[in-house]
């Protein structure tokens, strides 16, 4: 792997939104392949093994979704970063649940957008403010009913400094901001959110599923 | 009354509708012929203004009619068993019973949308076929009420009559008859029943296709023909494209009313952020990313909170020179908190002049006034971030 130019696969059923990324990327990362569906995804994937797999959300066949849960045991080292224009927040939590190590709305810009893929390369997490505002949300809502039997503090609730550091992330600040704000460096801020993807991920709150289908509703 | 006939028979009579409604009611309990006599007009007759007679159309619907033939059997057995059994008076009524079911049948299936709705609020009014919460179960008691009924009501008649072998005969006679008749026609009719079903699902699927390209056409497409013209503006399309944008979500993730997006006031916090984006977007062509925390219903402290934090946006867009302002407002039990923030050119807060009202006013003292806090953090070059923070009054349990 080389860190600094990451191999990436483009998956999306558009090919004119391929194209532009493409573009976006330039020569700052190696596009390797491009699939417009989940079958050829999972070809190409097993074909490249690329570094970074950039991930739409929704594909006529199932979706990043199903490319995750297709390639995640044969190729462990593949790693996923979603990019939709869905704002619906149960599509964004699953695919993260699914496996993906961010998520980015599809209006990102260029340099952000290789910025995030970078990250995701070296193994980091990459928040969108959204993605941040919805974690906030689904971890809000405390056990203020009867505390379930299955709650786990150390996996079911973010830590002080991990809720602040998502409360500047969905105030629109970048890692580096969010370092010399919290007097921390960059990299501590960078494990706290691959802690909260982590818990993202392997969290069994149901509320955390039930907060994102009723989340539609409000 | 029901398909307009009378009126339209008198019409061509020159005589007072009122006669032939008459006429047609005495006809009904004579011979049971003036139904069906009803429904043929209703065919035949093409509907005001309009060029041709359900029937024209109905010649060429030949699932209905089809449906129609393979019921006929029916016709037959109840014709035969009636005869047989000696009952004149079903045997009179039954032809014309069918005949006008038949043709209602067909009139439904090809009449225009109009009329098949209004049918419909009629057959609703009368079967209550509509379920809604409250009168469907009241409906399922009464039906089940009523079968309950019938079925004592024959178990007694059958008990209580005299079982003699000649009635039986002619009994056994229809069971038998039944029976074939199932047998022969039993596939037809589990087949045209489906055919009935996947045309219904066609139906339901062909008006949400239209409901789908009547929006597209309504919005996106205007949208983006207005793009195309207004080309060598770049901001304008970008403004244009992002105002559609927010439509067609609220629409699709929302259940937004399309065409006017959050039009009327806003009663929650989040959705009073939303507009405040909405408007500052609409008016300075600057993207606003707003980002919500939980939410609550809006009060005089939290509307005030509002309206200073759109303040601080339209300053932002203004100003700041930066493409983007991040709005993040976050509710929590004890207060409501407003960030907004932007990357642009910033200032020094000391060397504001102290008659520039806009901040002073419109932002400290707003938020003064209802017992809220304003920080506003900015430095040249560094961008500005301006923080509203509301307490939350105490929710008495």
Partial sequence: MSPDRPRVLLVDDHQLFRAGVRGELGDAVLVVGEADNVASAVRLIGREEPDVVLLDVHMPDGGGQAVIEAVRSPYPDVRFLALSVSDAPEDVIAVIRAGARGYVTKTISGPELVDAVRRVASGDAVFSPRLAGFVLDAFATLPDAAPQASFDPELDQLSRREHEVLRLIARGYTYKEIARELSISTKTVESHVSSVLRKLQLSTRHQLARWATERRLI | ?397
């Fill in chain 2, 1 to 397: 009354m029901v398909g307009g006939v009378a009126s339209a028979v008198a019409e061509r009579l020159r005589v007072d509708p009122g006669v032939v409604r008459v006429l047609l009611v005495i006809s009904v309990p004579l011979s049971g012929i003036g139904v069906p006599l009803y429904m043929l007009a209703w065919l035949l007759i093409p509907l005001e203004g309009s060029e041709r007679s359900i029937a024209g159309r109905a010649t060429g619907d030949l699932r209905g009619i089809a449906i129609l033939i393979a019921l006929s059997p029916v016709l037959v057995v109840t014709l035969i068993a009636s005869s047989a059994l000696g009952n004149r008076y079903v045997t009179t009524l039954d032809t014309a019973v069918f005949l006008s079911a038949g043709g209602l049948f067909l009139i439904y299936r090809n009449a225009d949308e109009d009329e098949r709705a209004w049918l419909r609020n009629i057959a609703d009014s009368y079967l209550h076929l509509t379920p809604s919460a409250s009168r469907s179960r009241k409906a399922l008691a009464l039906r089940i009420l009523a079968g309950v009924a019938l079925l004592a009501a024959g178990m007694l008649i059958l008990t209580l009559g005299h079982i003699s072998g000649a009635a039986l005969e002619p009994l056994a006679g229809v069971v038998l008859l039944l029976v074939a008749l199932a047998l022969l026609f039993g596939p037809w009719w589990l087949r045209l029943g489906r055919d009935l079903m996947t045309e219904r699902q066609a139906r339901v699927r062909a008006e949400e296709r239209a409901d789908m390209a009547a929006r597209v056409h309504d919005s996106v497409l205007q949208t983006l023909a207005l793009i195309q013209r207004k080309a060598d503006d770049p901001q304008q399309v970008a403004q244009l494209a992002r105002a559609q944008e927010r439509e067609l979500r609220s629409w699709l993730f929302e259940g937004g009313e399309p065409g006017s997006p959050g039009a009327s006031d806003p009663t929650t916090v989040s959705s009073g952020a939303k507009q405040i984006a909405r408007e500052v977007e609409d008016a300075h062509g600057v993207a606003v990313e707003v980002v919500t925390v939980g939410d609550c219903q809006l009060d005089d402290e939290l509307r005030a909170l509002l309206a200073a934090g759109r303040e601080a946006t339209v300053n932002a867009a203004k100003w700041s020179g930066a493409p983007t302002v991040s709005l993040f407002v976050e509710v929590e039990p004890s207060s409501v908190s407003m960030f907004v923030r932007d990357r642009g050119a910033g200032f020094d807060p000391a060397a504001v002049a102290p008659d520039r009202r806009g901040v002073a006013e419109s932002i400290r003292g707003r938020m003064a006034r209802h017992g809220g806090k304003a920080t506003i953090r900015s430095s040249p070059g560094q961008g500005t971030e301006v923080e509203l923070t509301m307490p939350r009054p105490v929710v008495r349990t």
